[in-house]
């Protein structure tokens, strides 16, 4: 089954931000059609102007959306961006944070040669902006039983060929999540990573090899195919709705059961 079936309205009356669309293809634009379907208050942000009118389109679709610009390697963007849902929602329950971002030279070849500028842009970019994301959020999700997801790979935990400094990049990542989730769980906000298969996104085209990581997968999961974009968006939905209230400080997998596999 590719899509969301029919759910009760499991988010009716709450509000969200969602930071990743770049177009129909991303895990962010999965993940915001799952979340309202359920009912769920929309914001999302694009990185520059070059994405903002592809970005306005999707959310035209969507009831009640905003749509901010927020780049997150400028604070300014950042701290905005909750100003603004101040003024337009007043309050927030969920943030998906689906961004990162790696030179392109540096997912292919040898780890070792990761320069210092390289390792800091893809650090800033794909595991602090969580933090800092997290932090401009709390005032607006402070006790609402509210609900923080980010978007992380197995290459952060296991050697994935070509994905370099992005590994190292969601190592922090996912231990940002522990210690967000530690911090958070007692004002009442839940922090959970999502641990994606490979899908062909604009960021996936960019590692090298990614066709062939496809294909090993298609034939060793468990499920024996790669996963779709829709049940990273329902995994997400799960994650915002009180369906998952006991679960903080996880990465779950949505990976049609490869982590488990050794030889
Ligand atoms: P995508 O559609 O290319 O999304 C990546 C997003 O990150 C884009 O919207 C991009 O915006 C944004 N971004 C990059 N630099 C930014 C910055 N400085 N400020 C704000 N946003 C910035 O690719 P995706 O595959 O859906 O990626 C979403 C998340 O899923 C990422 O964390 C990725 O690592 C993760 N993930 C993907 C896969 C996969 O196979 N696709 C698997 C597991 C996990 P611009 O395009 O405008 O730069």
Redesign the pocket.
């Known amino acids: 089954m590719d899509s969301t079936p029919a759910l009760p309205q499991l988010l009716s009356g709450r509000t969200g931000i969602v930071?990743?669309?770049?177009?129909k293809?991303?895990?962010?634009w999965a993940c915001t059609k799952s979340l309202a379907s359920a009912g769920m208050r929309l914001a999302l942000t694009?990185?520059?102007e070059r994405?903002e009118r592809t970005v306005r389109e999707l959310a035209s679709d969507l009831p009640g959306a905003v749509v901010l610009p927020?780049?997150?390697?400028k604070s300014e963007e950042v701290e905005a961006v909750f100003s603004s849902l101040r003024k337009e929602f007043g309050f927030l329950d969920c943030v998906v944070h689906?961004?990162?971002?790696a030179k392109r030279e540096e997912l292919e070849g040898d780890f070792y040669h990761t320069s210092k500028a390289g390792y800091m842009i893809a650090h800033e970019?794909?595991a602090y902006s969580l933090t800092e994301i997290a932090r401009c959020a709390l005032p607006l999700m402070e006790g609402r039983q509210g609900s923080i997801i980010t978007?992380?790979?197995i290459g952060g935990e296991r050697v994935v060929k070509n994905y370099n400094v992005m590994g190292i990049a969601k190592a922090a990542l996912e231990a940002s999540v522990r210690y967000l989730a530690h911090d958070l769980g007692p004002r009442g906000i839940r922090v959970n990573a999502i641990s994606?298969?490979?899908?062909r996104?604009?960021?996936?085209s960019g590692v090298s090899g990614f066709t062939q990581v496809l294909d090993q997968i298609a034939s060793t999961a468990p499920l024996r195919r790669n996963i779709t974009s829709e049940e990273v968006g329902d995994t997400c939905l799960f994650l915002a709705s009180d369906l998952s209230r006991g679960i903080t400080g996880s990465t779950i997998y949505v990976d049609a059961g490869y982590n488990i596999m050794g030889v």
């Open positions: 930071f990743g669309v770049a177009n293809r991303s895990l962010a694009y990185a520059n994405m927020c780049d997150v390697t689906a961004i990162a971002y970019v794909s978007l992380s790979y994606a298969g490979p899908v996104t604009l960021s996936a």
